[in-house]
């Protein structure tokens, strides 16, 4: 019964992100806090069709609060995201729920439900959102699996999986609906070098392969610069720069560079001062 | 730090108790506050798994009813065992003390009167609700705690699956379902269990025992104590549910809720008992 509703709904209110070519997220003077903290500072930011932005900064710096935001997990004091021309924040229950079935999340633990084998955790979207017996919601479920690499491995459950395949078996899953967009939080976080690069290849593939926007939030350097089309650098709730690898590498902003050299912003202590406080002999 | 120091020591006595005081009212008040939210918390969970109950299906989003029947099997049917063993132990406690006390009057033949409205108005749901609260509400606010602390519960949200109608709902129907037959179970097994002694201690036939208690417990007295365990039933669930949504702080958070909840939901279980049976019985 509510299936044909939905369809008509869909074709009668298309947004302008959802055909065009107009940005598919668009994030304007987004503010938010954590209880009195402020945590982002008026945040503007596009992501077109078919492109990988990547979201850079150190800990602490809101890339979190902003992917939660833009997730529509948490909500800003102030300030739009629009995802595929929808305000995330303004539209009901039912129109968000529709939205998040565009949209696919690899979340940084990978967050599969520890209580159901690999297989029935990709195919729970499927499961909950579409009509398709299960022999089809198998096939799709496998043929994504196949995407990752991971055929052979359906049957295992979470905790069998190494931290690479756990990375896998979460973007199968944030993959099976076909999203237009795709979140990562940390893909190469806690991976090994050969096996982070693995996942930056696996991410690249999947933009050719099913042409969908793809959001990195990372803080790993160089697979950053491998994947991204633009970075977006993030330091204490502000934006530093948004644009292209080279426009980043060549930014003359102090901060970008000591991010971009891993240099620190905390005081250097002399020898002798650092020997001081070790053994809290104050003043 | 020497200048706090300075400050606290020019504090009179009388200053330091005010401050004190002060201290005191502002716990006293954040605790009122937080536990009357929580209290608005259970009861919107109730009402959201109510919606998702009647709403589910028009929207194509249906509270499952797999889901649903592989946690009443965890509550009910895997609890069979130590509610079994429970029941049979205390049964044959109310025995030993009923005709320790009776004796005094000579009276211990009378045993099966107390026997049968303790066991069907009291005991059989509160040892019932008591087990189910360490078994089920503990193991339920430690899931949705890990759910929590592994984004498991955020990806549910951004998949479009609202985790009320994916975890919540499925509990807490399974639970008003299963803790009232498991009550109805252990008054069965106490009332057995105390018969047994009974008829070994007093020499009184088995049968003799049955006929007693059929002629003494209306359906009202068992109604009574089932009624009473499908709340405690509820209670159990959304105080599991809102403290395993409340962890904070990895692993060690999620024992701290997890005692919580355990100790709330059994608080919960005993005042509402004693609410409900002052209200009944006038």
């Keep these: 019964m509510a299936e044909p509703a939905r369809k008509q709904d869909d074709e009668t209110q298309r947004p302008e992100g959802e055909t065009g070519d107009g940005p598919v997220i668009e994030v304007h003077k987004l503010v938010t806090h954590y209880g009195e903290r402020k945590i982002l500072s008026d945040v503007d930011l596009k992501v077109k069709q078919g492109e990988v932005l990547v979201i850079m900064g150190g800990s602490g710096s809101g890339k979190s609060t902003l992917l939660n935001t833009l997730l529509g997990l948490l909500r800003p004091t102030s300030g739009t995201v629009r995802i595929l021309g929808q305000d995330l924040h303004a539209i009901t229950d039912l129109e968000r729920t529709h939205l998040r079935q565009k949209m696919g999340v690899a979340f940084q633990g990978g967050a599969l439900f520890s209580s159901m084998s690999v297989l029935e955790n990709i195919m729970l979207p499927l499961r909950e959102h579409t009509q398709l017996d299960i022999h089809t919601m198998r096939i799709m479920a496998r043929l994504k699996l196949q995407v990752v690499n991971l055929s052979g491995f359906e049957d295992l459950m979470p905790a069998e999986l190494s931290g690479g395949m756990i990375k896998r078996a979460a973007f199968a899953r944030a993959v099976v609906m076909d999203p237009r967009i795709l979140f990562c939080d940390e893909p190469s976080a806690g991976l090994d070098p050969v096996v982070a690069s693995a996942i930056d290849e696996l991410i690249l593939n999947l933009r050719e392969a099913m042409g969908m926007s793809i959001v990195v939030v990372t803080h790993e350097l160089e697979s950053a610069f491998r994947i991204a089309d633009r970075i977006c650098v993030l330091d204490k709730g502000k934006i530093l720069i948004i644009g292209t690898v080279e426009e980043v590498k060549n930014c003359d902003n102090e901060r970008v560079q000591n991010l971009l050299n891993r240099r620190t912003e905390e005081e250097i202590l002399d020898p002798e001062e650092y020997l001081r406080r070790l053994t809290a002999a104050h003043d | ?282």
């Design chain 2, 1 to 282: 730090m020497a200048e706090a120091e300075g400050e606290r020591q020019t504090l009179g006595g009388v200053d330091a108790f005010v401050a004190r005081a002060k201290a005191f009212c502002e716990r006293v008040g954040n605790a009122t506050v937080s536990a009357i939210s929580e209290v608005g918390l259970g009861a919107w969970l109730l009402f959201q798994v109510l919606f998702w109950i009647v709403m589910g299906r028009g929207r194509a989003q249906p509270v499952r009813i797999p889901a649903t029947f592989e946690r009443a099997m965890e509550v009910g049917i895997r609890a069979l065992p130590i509610v079994t063993m429970m029941s049979v132990t205390v049964g044959m406690m109310l025995a030993i003390q009923g005709i320790y006390s009776l004796r005094i009057f000579g009276a211990e033949d009378q045993v099966t009167i107390g026997v049968a409205f303790s066991v069907a108005r009291e005991f059989g749901p509160l040892i019932t609700g008591i087990l189910v609260a360490g078994r089920t509400g503990s193991s339920l606010a430690a899931r949705i705690g890990t759910m929590r602390i592994s984004q498991e519960i955020d990806a549910l949200q951004v998949m479009g699956i609202d985790p009320i109608r994916f975890i919540v709902a499925p509990a807490l129907i399974a639970m008003t379902i299963m803790v009232p037959l498991l009550t109805f179970w252990a008054d069965v097994i106490m009332l057995a269990g105390a018969g047994w002694y009974v008829s070994m201690e007093l020499g009184m036939s088995m049968g003799a025992y049955v006929d007693q208690i059929r002629e003494l417990l209306r359906p009202t007295d068992v109604m009574h104590g089932i009624w009473k365990s499908l709340l405690f039933g509820v209670e159990i669930t959304l105080v599991g549910v809102i403290n395993g949504a409340n962890v904070q702080g990895g692993a060690e958070g999620v024992g701290r809720m997890t005692t919580r909840s355990v100790v709330l939901s059994i608080s919960a279980i005993i005042v509402t008992d004693m609410i409900f049976a002052f209200i009944t019985t006038r």
